[in-house]
């Protein structure tokens, strides 16, 4: 079964949800399978720690959270459940040789919450072969896979997701991850309140980097690629985060863009 620290039923506001998974019945160990928004790529990375790094995208589909600023709604609420698809281990792999040419090359496991899923298998199987795994959660669920990972990237999420983060589960995921990986910090800042939660949130964690990045506050709605960014709007943001990172002498800290949304805005699939 999924493992980890529940922060509570849905019934308030901000609380995370470990039993709404996307309106449909979570994977267990019975059943291996795997539930999958999309698989795309290569295409490089477009933010964090890997940005710019040419990768093969596993976008799993179901999420125990509901950011308010979600960009990649398609993979978390329930009423896209249709479009997901259950997949096999073997499945999933065929797609993502036949996509890098059976080239090794780094794959990101993301969502939604790909932490849901069971992809240790897959984990396995891909090593096997040489590639590489990285994978982005808000640390809300915890897997002991998690050591079995290159890169694992904690993204919890600001007051201006109107989303609560549960420190314990948050915690646990670090641990879980037995200084295997390399684990990092990645946080989304829109406004004063989540640069005070980011700035927070690394003095918490000093020994993880931390990698900054402005927020879209214009994301698609699912199944409108053609929506516009305000990349003006979203660039000034960024300069804004990085004079409060330089002023505040924050020079841990590294800020960069989401290089996908100023390339090819909110088209999916790049």
Not at 16 to 45: C, K, W, Y
Not at 117 to 134: M, N, T, V
Not at 194 to 200: I, L, S, T, V, W
């Amino acid at each position: 079964m999924v493992q980890g620290t529940s922060a509570g039923n849905r019934g308030r506001a901000g609380e995370r949800n470990p039993e709404n998974l996307g309106g449909i019945p979570a994977v267990t160990d019975m059943h291996p399978a795997i539930r999958v928004s999309e698989i795309f790529g290569p295409t490089v990375q477009g933010e964090g720690v890997l940005i710019g790094l040419p990768t093969v995208f596993i976008r799993t589909g179901g999420c125990d959270y509901r950011c308010s600023w979600c960009d990649s709604l398609h993979a978390v609420d329930n009423q896209f459940r249709y479009q997901w698809k259950m997949m096999t281990i073997d499945a999933v792999w065929q797609s993502v040789v036949a996509l890098s040419g059976g080239r090794p090359v780094m794959v990101s496991l993301s969502g939604g919450n790909p932490a849901i899923q069971p992809l240790d298998a897959l984990i396995e199987r891909g090593h096997g072969e040489g590639y590489r795994f990285a994978l982005e959660t808000q640390g809300s669920v915890v897997r002991d896979w998690f050591a079995d990972l290159d890169v694992l990237v904690l993204s919890p999420k600001p007051p201006s997701s109107e989303m609560s983060t549960d420190w314990a589960a948050f915690e646990a995921c670090i641990e879980a991850a037995q200084e295997k990986p390399q684990v990092v910090l990645k946080l989304v800042v829109f406004d004063e309140r989540d640069y005070d939660y980011a700035k927070g949130t690394a003095a918490r964690f000093p020994r993880l980097p931390v990698y900054l990045q402005p927020g879209n506050h214009t994301p698609p709605r699912p199944g409108d690629e053609g929506a516009p960014v305000d990349l003006e709007g979203i660039m000034k943001r960024m300069e804004w985060l990085v004079e409060k990172v330089t002023r505040d002498k924050w020079f841990e800290a590294r800020v960069l863009p989401q290089l996908h949304v100023m390339l090819w805005g909110n088209r999916r699939g790049v």
